[in-house]
């Protein structure tokens, strides 16, 4: 029922609006997937170089092999217990130099991720979306310190055997409004009208362009 009583252009600029939506919504999809994809692998990457591993192409760890290269086999002539006992000292180096790795892999990784970041954000192609006109009109004199609503019910019910149209209520409540207003204006006064027929308070008498009145 309010979409019948809306006049022929704010109707046009809803179905606009509908179509635009429809059309955009698997790219808008796409978009958001493809974005939160991204800050998921980023997030994985840095985790894993501050662990000292290396990422793999599903956003795993591998383990980072020891610094120290492994020690050939002793022959059957030596000690048994002779092998082991260098083998604290190379642990002991790489436990210590493990903070040094971290703390060293850190802000480079902040560093060059900062532009990288930057520069994908700066590439998504910017879609052709009409800015909303923020809608500041003021009630005329005669309607200070009512909401709009309060102020269509007064000029209905002042005038019950007068019919208005949604631009003639515009100009009654706010006198000549500029071009690019008027949409939103237009919008704002038929969804007044509609809630006002819902209650039983309006009723349409005409159509093309639709009239309306006080009831009774």
């Known amino acids: 029922m309010p979409y019948a009583i809306l006049d022929n252009s704010v109707r046009s600029n809803l179905e606009q609006e509908r179509d635009r939506l429809k059309k955009d919504r698997a790219s808008i999809i796409e978009a958001a997937v493809s974005s939160a994809t991204s800050e998921i692998d980023k997030t994985l990457q840095h985790i894993n170089e501050l662990l000292g591993g290396a990422v793999s192409s599903n956003g795993s760890a591998a383990a980072v092999e020891a610094a120290a290269p492994a020690k050939k086999p002793r022959g059957k002539g030596k000690a048994p217990a002779a092998a082991p006992a260098p083998a604290p000292a190379p642990a002991a180096k790489a436990a210590t130099k493990a903070p040094a790795a ?97 209650k039983g308070t309006y009723e349409k008498v005409g159509d093309n362009p639709s009239r309306f009145k006080i009831s009774g």
């Not at 703390?103 to 990784?109: E, F, L, N």
């Not at 991720?113 to 930057?118: E, F, G, N, W």
């Not at 269509?152 to 002042?158: I, R, T, Y």
């Not at 209520?169 to 038929?190: D, T």
């Open 102 to 198: 971290k703390a060293a892999k850190s802000p480079a990784a902040k560093a060059t991720k900062s532009p990288a970041a930057k520069a994908k954000k700066e590439d998504k192609p910017k879609r052709n979306v009409k800015p909303s006109v923020p809608f500041d009109a003021t009630l005329k004199r005669d309607f200070k310190g009512m909401t709009q609503a309060e102020a269509v019910l007064k000029v209905l019910s002042d005038s019950p055997k007068e019919t208005f149209t949604t631009d003639e209520m515009i100009q009654v409540l706010y006198g000549s409004l500029e071009s690019e207003k008027m949409p939103e204006a237009r919008k704002r006064v038929a969804l007044t009208m509609a809630h006002g027929m819902r």
